[in-house]
């Protein structure tokens, strides 16, 4: 069975910073692309960012691009995401998906709340 959790969410003040997790277990992780997303409210899904299977690729939404960084230790099945400079418009839940490709996923886990007061 596979499982994914997410960690790291918090409440933070615009401009602080914020490191999210994610472990899985029940899947081959190195076989696998990573995917962040997140739902802000009153929002649709949307992809945040990606990192490829061997940490080669990584892609990110316009709007976090240069403040938000994927990373991955496939040696302890985890996968990352540092943010800076976060703004209240990423307040929202963040997901961890996982799947063959960029930007899509078989599993996701339960989800981190990123908080931001301005």
């Known amino acids: 069975q596979v499982q994914m959790v997410e960690s790291g969410g918090g409440f933070v003040q615009a401009g602080e910073s914020l490191t999210l997790s994610c472990t899985t277990s029940?899947?081959?992780?190195?076989?696998?692309?990573m995917t962040w997303f997140r739902r802000r409210p009153e929002k649709e899904r949307e992809g945040v960012s990606c990192i490829t299977w061997n940490g080669q690729e990584s892609q990110y939404l316009d709007s976090v691009q240069g403040r938000f960084t994927v990373s991955r230790d496939n040696g302890k099945n985890m996968w990352y995401l540092q943010m800076d400079s976060l703004n209240p418009e990423d307040a929202a839940m963040y997901y961890c998906?996982?799947?063959?490709?960029?930007?899509?996923?078989?599993?996701w886990g339960q989800g981190t709340r990123v908080t931001v007061s301005a």
């Open positions: 998906g996982a799947g063959p490709l960029c930007d899509e996923w078989n599993y």
């Open positions: 029940g899947l081959e992780f190195e076989n696998y692309a």
